[in-house]
């Protein structure tokens, strides 16, 4: 059995949400817990449009289906309320990560070539059978992104 360094993972990134109505989502937690959305951006290759609500010391994401062949669609199909999607684990380097986690037998979906998210930032993402059932994204911090 081969272990990876669990050093690569230096945080929780955010929790992310699939949502079937983004402004409704982000009323229903500005009024009920009192939390602030920022600004909506659209991701069009994964075919997203998202908020960021920022805790601090992570985030929650939320996201709704930009077009009605976007991934997270099928989601919605299956969860036509919404519901956790992911969870995303900051890690220092990407390409190394996702090159140990493939060595240590884990699937990092796609055909292994790195993609942005909507600040730039280099993404993968983790089969959910190699994390206990849980789909995961790793990320990896810019620089200027850091503690805030
Ligand atoms: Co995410």
Redesign the pocket.
């Known amino acids: 059995m081969t272990y990876v360094n669990s050093s690569m993972i230096t945080g929780l990134?955010?929790v992310?949400i699939v949502v079937p109505d983004l402004a409704a989502a982000i009323a229903k937690l500005q009024q009920t817990y009192g939390l602030a959305a920022g600004e909506i951006k659209v991701n069009e290759e994964q075919g997203v449009r998202?908020t960021y609500i920022d805790l601090g010391n992570a985030k929650i994401?939320l996201?709704e289906p930009s077009r009605p062949d976007s991934p997270i669609a099928k989601f919605l199909e299956r969860n036509p309320k919404g519901g956790i999607?992911?969870?995303?684990l900051g890690v220092e380097n990407v390409e190394q990560t996702t090159k140990d986690l493939r060595a240590a037998g884990a699937q990092v979906l796609g055909a292994g070539n790195v993609q942005l998210?909507v600040h730039g930032e280099r993404?993968a993402f983790v089969h959910p059978r190699d994390f206990l059932g849980a789909l995961i994204?790793l990320?990896e911090y810019k620089s200027e992104d850091r503690g805030g």
């Open positions: 990134s955010h992310s998202m994401e996201m999607h992911h969870f995303c998210n993404i994204e990320e």
